[in-house]
Nanobody, 123 residues
């Protein structure tokens, strides 16, 4: 079992920045594609960003492209989501996810989820 623990969420004004961190509990992190999803009230969970096991490829939803950056540090078993130019429509619960065994950068088969962390962007 892999545990994913998110941190770094909170309240920010529109145009501001936040960084989300996701710490994984096991060494299988280094062979897993990692990513972030989000779910706003009344909406389905949606893909935000993904990164392959070695950090070689990243993929972003169109809605965040150019504003969000995903990075990983395999030595620390941690994946990061840097969010700039935040908009009120970015308000959601953000979930860290792992697609194990060299999974797709789009995380099409998520094996593990974090518990979620709230990000609120005020206008």
């Amino acid at each position: 079992q892999v545990q994913l623990v998110e941190s770094g969420g909170g309240l920010v004004q529109a145009g501001g920045s936040l960084r989300l961190d996701c710490a994984a509990s096991r060494r299988t992190f280094s062979t897993s594609s990692m990513g972030w999803f989000r779910q706003a009230p009344g909406k389905e969970r949606e893909f935000v960003a993904g990164i392959t096991w070695n950090g070689g490829n990243q993929y972003y939803a169109d809605s965040v492209k150019g504003r969000f950056t995903i990075l990983r540090d395999n030595a620390k078993n941690t994946v990061y989501l840097r969010m700039n130019s935040l908009k009120p429509e970015d308000t959601a619960v953000y979930y860290c996810a792992a697609d194990a065994k060299y999974g797709s950068v789009r995380l099409t088969n998520v094996d593990y989820w974090g518990q979620g962390i709230q990000v609120t962007v005020s206008s």
